[in-house]
């Protein structure tokens, strides 16, 4: 009797995979959607000694959504990444009378994120989320990925967090964009000049210190300060 309740245990999850390895992409998508449900918020973000709040971690999206994906087999990856806006935040504070200055890096990100049904890998669903990072170190990339792969999932299998964005108005902070100084490539006449003396080890050991890989791509203003220097020592050897 017990091994008869094992073979018929056995045959019905035979069963159910054959009909999830039937189903299309959309059918598993919203299966997936009506069986997670709402996040629980885990992640405490501390703004300030007596201020913090409740959010959504990647971590919380993630361990909901990967074994609802494995179990209707849909694999989900960011297809696709592209830098739209980047630059430098600058905040001014006042203390004293006296007025500090701070940087803070920025990055936005608009990320394509795939969904593929593994029964059936040339059917998949694309979705396009956006993510901005910052910090004032080198974390503003990965933030600002992190943020936009984490509501790509969100929005994709439309789950609820509690919250709605719409409720507060966003803050200003005080920051203000800078914009970054364009580069200007050395001119065709600095680099005929410049080529004449780098050259060899000289030429090798110029370009591993400005971290380039040809003379042309000098910035105009770098090029300009080479050539000085090259002026300056030709007029002490002419003074000698």
């Not at 201020?51 to 087999?73: F, I």
């Not at 830098?83 to 006042?94: A, F, P, S, V």
């Not at 593994?118 to 004032?136: A, K, M, T």
């Not at 920051?175 to 970054?180: A, G, H, Q, R, V």
Request: net charge neutral; no cysteine; proline share 3%.
């Amino acid at each position: 009797m017990e091994e008869i309740k094992k073979t018929v245990a056995k045959a019905d999850i035979t069963t159910k995979k054959e009909n999830i390895e039937k189903l299309n992409i959309y059918e598993k998508l919203l299966l997936i959607t009506n069986e997670i449900g709402v996040i629980e918020k885990n992640l405490n973000v501390q703004v300030s000694k007596n201020n913090s709040y409740k959010a959504v971690s990647e971590r919380d999206v993630l361990d909901a959504v990967k074994p609802l994906e494995q179990k209707y087999r849909v694999y989900s990856y960011p297809h696709a990444r592209e830098i739209i806006d980047y630059g430098t935040l600058q905040k001014e504070t006042e203390f004293e009378g006296k007025v500090s200055r701070t940087n803070t890096l920025y990055m936005r990100v608009q990320i394509t994120y795939r969904f593929v049904n593994i029964d059936n890998p040339d059917e998949f669903i694309d979705v396009i989320s956006y993510g901005d990072g910052l910090d004032s170190g080198d974390k503003a990339p990965g933030k600002a990925m992190t943020y936009a792969d984490k509501y790509a999932l969100l929005k994709a299998y439309k789950l609820s967090t509690g919250d709605d964005p719409d409720k507060d108005p966003s803050p200003e902070n005080g920051y203000s964009k800078t914009t970054p100084k364009k580069v200007t490539k050395a001119t065709t006449r600095q680099i005929e000049v410049l080529s004449k003396v780098y050259v060899g080890d000289n030429l090798v050991k110029l370009l591993q210190a400005n971290n380039i890989e040809k003379l042309e791509d000098l910035s105009v203003q770098k090029a300009s300060e080479l050539i000085k220097k090259l002026n300056e020592r030709n007029e002490v050897k002419g003074n000698e």
